[in-house]
C-alpha cells in the first residue's frame, strides 16, 4: 500500500510563509511527477505547482515568484515553499504522485494525500 501525507498547515498572517512536506511511503518502486493542489471553498481543485523527477517546475500564474517546489528523491517527498502569502491562498492543500509499484511494469497510478489546511488573514 502507498500512502501521502502532507504536514506543514497552518495559521499564518499575509506576508508570511509556511512550508509545506508531504512524504509518499510504502511500495514504492519509482515516483515520476510530484504535485501540488490546492482547493478553495466553493472552488475548484486547481494546480499550484509540479516537479518532474528530473527536477522541471511548472507553477500557477497566481504563485509564480512567492512558491518553490522541491524534492528529495530519497526521502520520496516534496516540498512547497509559500512565501508572501495573501489571503486568497486560503485552501487545503494536497499533494499527489505519479508512481509505479513494482519494476516490470508500465503502469503508472496517481496516489493523493489527505490535504493539508493553509489559513492566511488579512
Known amino acids: 500500500q502507498v500512502q501521502l501525507v502532507e504536514s506543514g498547515g497552518g495559521l499564518v498572517q499575509a506576508g508570511g510563509s509556511l512550508r509545506l512536506s508531504c512524504a509518499a511511503s510504502?511500495?514504492?518502486?519509482?515516483?515520476?511527477?510530484m504535485n501540488w493542489y490546492r482547493q478553495a471553498p466553493g472552488k475548484q481543485r486547481e494546480l499550484v505547482a509540479g516537479i518532474t523527477g528530473g527536477g522541471s517546475t511548472n507553477y500557477a500564474e497566481s504563485v509564480k515568484g512567492r512558491f518553490a517546489i522541491s524534492r528529495d528523491t530519497a526521502k520520496n517527498t516534496v516540498y512547497l515553499q509559500m512565501n508572501s502569502l495573501k489571503p486568497e491562498d486560503t485552501a487545503v492543500y494536497y499533494c499527489?504522485?505519479?508512481?509505479?509499484?513494482?519494476?516490470?511494469?508500465?503502469?503508472?497510478?496517481?496516489?493523493w494525500g489527505q490535504g493539508t489546511q493553509v489559513t492566511v488573514s488579512s
Open positions: 510504502g511500495s514504492i518502486f519509482a515516483i515520476n511527477v
Open positions: 499527489n504522485a505519479d508512481l509505479k509499484t513494482q519494476a516490470h511494469t508500465n503502469t503508472w497510478f496517481r496516489y
